[in-house]
C-alpha cells in the first residue's frame, strides 16, 4: 500500500511555525534595521542584540518565506528587505503594519493557546481571563499604547478603505459619518476621492486628537470634522452615509442590533450604511479569515462574533432598511451596505 | 497612491490561527467523533461537551481549510471528515498523525511562544526552562505516553520511510540496523520491500517491546530484530546499512560527530550510513520547513540544529567516508547518505 503524503495538514497543523518567526522577526526589529542598508548575519546579531545560535536559522527562514533577500552565501551574506517587507513592516514606513502583528505577537499568539477552553466554556481567553480589564480599557488609558493601536488598524485597513472610497457611489450624498473612526483613514480616502464629500469621524474623546493630527497632516481639516461620540450612549451625528470599520464584529446581537438601529435613525431616507469588515461568506465555506476572526472574538469578547451578508440582510431588514448589497473589496474584507 | 495588499504577510503572520484551530479540532477529537458517521454541529457539540457559541464557527472553518465536509446549510447541515482527515486525524485509523499534532498542540504552540527569548538567549524554551526535565526524559518515565508519542513520530514518517525504502539501492547490502527506530517502521518498508534483507531495530530498553509488537503485528519477526541500544554508551551493532531517523538534528556538534563516529565503525567498507531528516538545502533558501525545524531545535534543545547535505559531507569526510549524496524523499525531506 502507497502511503499517502500527510504533508498538507501538517503545514495547516504546523503553520504557528512561519507565523511566530514572522511576529518575532518583527518584534525584534528586523525590518527597520534593514531600513536604508543590508546587513550580514553578524551585524544583525549585533544590532538586535541575538544570541549567535539562532540568528542565520532566523534569517534564512525569513528568506525561505520570501520576506527577506539574502546576497549570497555564508559569513559575508548580506540580508535585505524584499519590497514588500520595506512597504509593510519597516516601522519607518507609513504602510507599516507590524502594529497589528505586534499586538498579534504580544496578546493574540498566547491568547489563541487556550482556544480550546474557549470552545468548551464560551468564555474571553484574553487579559480579562485573570482578572485584567478589557483590550479597550487597557488601551485607552495609555494614550501612547492607544495611538499605536489606532494605526496598526488602519495600517492593515488602508487597502479596504481605499477600495471602498473608489467602489461605493458616493455621488447622490453629501455627507458621510464614520462611526468608530479611529485615526480618521476612511474619511481621508473618500474625501480624497469624492470633493464633493463632507466627511465627520467619531471616536471616543481619546482618539480624537489622534485622528486630527493625521487629518491636518493630510490637508484635509476643511472637509473632515473629528469629534467625540460614545456610540452606545450617544445618538450618532447625522449623515447620509454612516460606515463602520470592523466594530459591529466587536459586539453580541443585542449591541450589535443597538448599533445598527442608531445608523438607522441618523441616517435620512435614501441614506446608506455601511460595515466593512472580513464579512464571512453567506455558505460559511470559503472565507475562512472572516470565520477564524469570528473565533478571535470568542476569545477577545466571548458572545461577540464575525457574520455573513445574509446574517447582516436579516438584521438591517428587520430594523426597517429597505434593502442590502455586499460590495467585495480586498482579500477577505468586503462592505455590506444596507439602504433606509 | 494605490494601497499594496498587506494580505500575504497577514496570511503568514496571523496563520496560528488556522493551525491552532485544526490542532484545537485534533484535542477535542473532532476528526475521531466523525469516525463513521455524519453529525450536526449540536451533536458535535453535545458529543464533545463543547459551548454553543463556538462550535460553528470551529465546524465551518474547518470546513473552509477543506479538512471537514459539510452537506447543507444551517441547523440541519451535517460534517463528515473529508478523506484525508479520515485517513490521518481520526484517532482510529493506522496512519493517524494526530499524535504529533497533539504533541504540538500540548508542547510546542506554548513553547514557540517565546521564540523571541529563544533567540535572544539561546537557550531552550520547553519544559527544561522551570527546572523541569526535558522531554525525552519525562517521555521515558511513562510508557503510555512513550507508546503515543513514537507512534506519532512514526505517523509522520510513514511516507519518507516508504519512499527510502524504494529509492535507496539495498541490491548491494544484506543487513540494515536502524538507531533510534522507536516503533520499528522504517525496518517493516525495508524487509517487506526487500526480501533478502535482515534488519535491526535499536532503541532504549523502553521502546523495545513497543517494537516487537508492531513487528509481530505485520509477521515480521523472522528478519526483523528489536534489540536495545543507548546510542551515546554503547556501540552500534555491525550491519551494512546504519540508518538514522530524524535523530541528528537532536544534538550539537559534538554529539551527531560522536554518532557519525559510531555509524563509521559499525559499517564495513562500502557500507552505507543514511540520515533521514528535513535537510536544509544546501543554500539554505527553499526547505522552510527545515530551517523551522532547526528554530524548533533551539527551542527544545537550545545548542541542537538541523543541517543542509553540504554540512553532512564535511562532517562524514572528516570522519573517514568516501562520499556522500542526498536522495530526496516527500516534501520536506531527504536520506542525507554516507558511503564507507
Redesign the interface.
Known sequence: M???????????????????????A???GVFTALSDKALTARELQHEL??????????L??L???D?LA?DG?GEAAQYRNTD??A???DRNSS?Y?GG??EM?NTR???F??D??E??????PQNETKHGGTGMFEELYRDPQRLEQFARAMA??S??NF?TFAEKFDFAPYKTMCDVGGATGQLSIFVARRHPHMKCTTCDLPAVVPIARKTIDAQGLSERITASSLDFFREPFPKADVITMGMILHDWNLEKKMQLIQAAYDALPSGGAFAAIENL?DD???????G??M???M?IEF??A??FTGRDFDGWCRKIGFRRTEVIPL??PASAAVAYK
Chains 1, 2 share one sequence.
Do not use: C
Open positions: 502507497t502511503q499517502r503524503d500527510p504533508g498538507r495538514l501538517m503545514q495547516i497543523g504546523m503553520a504557528f511555525w512561519p507565523a511566530k518567526t514572522l511576529l518575532s518583527v518584534e525584534l542584540g541575538l544570541h549567535p545560535r539562532g540568528v542565520t536559522d532566523l534564512d527562514t528568506v525561505a518565506l520576506v539574502r552565501e514588500e517587507a512597504h509593510f513592516l504602510a503594519i497589528f502583528l498579534a493574540l499568539y498566547r489563541w493557546g482556544l480550546t474557549a470552545l468548551k466554556t464560551g468564555r495600517g492593515i488602508l487597502a481605499e464571512i455558505e460559511r465555506r470559503s472565507n475562512t479569515f470565520l477564524m469570528s473565533l478571535n470568542l466571548g458572545d462574533f464575525d480586498r482579500g
